[in-house]
C-alpha cells in the first residue's frame, strides 16, 4: 500500500497498515500462531529488548498479526497507535486504569454498559478513585461536576442502551481547559460513521467483537490514541502486565471482518433506517430512539460528529415490562441475545441483560426503563426484519 497516498475508507479497511508483500506472495497475511520468538544472538536480543529493533520476543508483548490489526485501526481511527486486547471490557478497563491514580475522580455519562458501569462504581472506589455520573448532553451539568481531581471525561456516543449523542468537541472544549482526558467508546458507531479523535478526544475504544468483526465469532477490544507515548505505556505497562492480550488468530479474523466493515455499515444503516420508521409508526409503539430520526434528542448533533446514524435501535411498546417479554418471546427471525453488530438482527432487554447491573429503582435516572427493548438490526432482508417485529407486536 502506498503510505504516501491519502485513501478512502473502503480501501483503508482492506490494504491499511500493510508494509509490504505477504510471505509467499499470499494475498492475505498468515497467521503467526506462536507464543515466542526466537533471537539470532544476544546482540539480537539486546536491540530487541531496548526497542532498537521492530522484531519480536513474546506474544504477550507484540505479534506480526496483532501489529497489523492495530496499523489498520490506527489509520481507521486517526490516531498514533493502537493496542489491541482481548475484549472491549479489557480495553476499556486498561485504558481507565492506566490514566487515573488513588483520590482522582472520572466523570461518566449517565448511561454505560453495565460492565464499564461496574468497572466505574465498584472497582475503581475499591483504589479511592472517585467518579461523578452526570448528563452529559448538559454540558453546563458537566462545568459544574469538575473539580481539581478530575481527570478523565468517559462516555459512549451514541450511549447503550438509550442512544443519547453526546457532543464530543463540546466535552473536548471544557475538559481541555482543565487538561483533562476525554476518552469516547465509539463501539457503536464504528469508525465507518465517527471519528472521536479528529474531534478532539485523546483515546477511542471499540468492543472490536461488535462491528469490527461483524460476523459474531470473535471476543475482542482496542485502544487508540494521539499520542504514540501513552500508547506504549498503555501497551507495556497494562495490556502486558494486566495480560489481557488478543489471540492472533482472533486478531486474523478481525482484519478479515474489517475488510467489509463499510459495506456492511451502509447495509445496516439503511435497513435501520426503514425499521426505525415502521417503529415510529406503529401504533403500539410509544416511543423510538435513534439518532436518525428527526424527531431523536440527538439528532442534531449527530448530523454533525457523525457519517451516518448507525444500526442500533432502541424503543418501548404500550403495556410496559410484560408486553415488552411477550414481543421479544414471539419473534421468529429476530434472536434474542446480548449482543451486537452481527450479520443477524439481536434484539435484547437492557433492563435484565447488558444492564441488569444498574439499580433498578435508578433506572429512569440514568436514562434506561424496565420495559426498553434494543434491536441491533442485522443485514438480512428489511422486509423480513419487519415482517418480524410487526407480527411479534400484532401478538
Not at 182 to 211: C, R
Request: charged share 25%.
Amino acid at each position: 500500500m502506498d503510505k504516501n497516498k491519502n485513501y478512502h475508507f473502503d480501501t483503508k479497511t482492506i490494504h491499511g497498515g500493510s508494509s509490504g508483500k505477504n510471505p509467499n506472495n499470499a494475498l492475505n497475511p498468515p497467521i503467526f500462531q506462536t507464543s515466542t520468538f526466537v533471537f539470532d544472538d544476544i546482540e539480537h536480543v539486546e536491540k530487541v529488548m531496548s526497542f532498537q529493533s521492530d522484531d519480536y520476543v513474546y506474544t504477550r508483548g507484540n505479534n506480526p498479526t496483532l501489529r497489523l490489526f492495530e496499523n489498520r485501526m490506527v489509520e481507521l481511527e486517526f490516531g498514533a497507535g493502537a493496542v489491541a486486547f482481548a475484549s472491549g471490557m479489557a480495553a476499556i478497563s486498561s485504558v481507565l486504569f492506566s490514566l487515573l491514580k488513588p483520590d482522582d475522580k472520572v466523570i461518566v455519562h449517565r448511561t454505560l454498559y453495565g460492565s464499564s458501569y461496574n468497572v466505574v462504581t465498584n472497582i475503581l472506589p475499591q483504589y479511592n478513585v472517585e467518579y461523578k455520573m452526570v448528563d452529559l448532553g448538559k454540558l453546563e451539568e458537566l462545568k459544574a461536576s469538575i473539580d481539581e481531581n478530575t481527570k478523565v471525561i468517559y462516555f459512549e456516543t451514541p450511549s447503550n442502551p438509550n442512544l443519547s449523542i453526546i457532543d464530543i468537541k463540546g466535552v473536548v472544549e471544557i475538559a481541555k481547559e482543565r487538561s483533562i482526558k476525554v476518552v469516547v467508546d465509539n463501539t457503536f458507531a464504528s469508525p465507518y460513521f465517527q471519528n472521536p479523535l479528529l474531534l478532539g478526544a485523546d483515546v477511542v475504544v471499540h468492543s472490536a467483537t461488535k462491528y469490527i468483526c461483524g460476523h459474531g465469532d470473535v471476543v475482542g477490544g482496542v485502544a487508540i490514541a494521539k499520542d504514540a507515548d501513552y500508547i506504549n505505556y498503555l501497551k507495556f505497562d497494562y495490556m502486558c502486565e494486566f495480560g489481557g492480550v488478543m489471540s492472533p488468530f482472533n486478531a486474523w479474523l478481525l482484519l478479515r471482518g474489517l475488510k467489509t466493515l463499510g459495506v456492511r455499515m451502509r447495509q445496516h444503516e439503511e435497513n435501520a433506517m426503514k425499521v426505525a420508521n415502521f417503529l415510529q409508526s406503529h401504533k403500539k409503539v410509544k416511543k423510538v430512539m435513534y439518532p436518525g430520526i428527526e424527531s431523536f434528542g440527538g439528532h442534531e448533533i449527530a448530523k454533525k460528529q457523525m457519517n451516518g446514524f448507525g444500526a442500533m435501535i432502541s424503543f418501548e411498546i404500550d403495556g410496559g415490562m410484560e408486553e415488552a417479554k411477550k414481543f421479544v418471546e414471539n419473534l421468529k427471525l429476530a434472536q434474542l441475545a446480548v449482543s451486537l453488530g452481527d450479520c443477524e438482527t439481536l434484539v435484547e432487554f437492557p433492563a435484565a441483560m447488558t444492564h441488569r447491573g444498574y439499580p433498578h429503582e435508578k433506572l429512569i435516572e440514568f436514562g434506561l426503563t424496565e420495559s426498553m427493548i434494543r434491536i441491533s438490526v442485522g443485514l438480512e432482508d428489511y422486509r423480513d426484519i419487519i415482517e418480524d417485529l410487526e407480527q411479534a407486536l400484532e401478538r
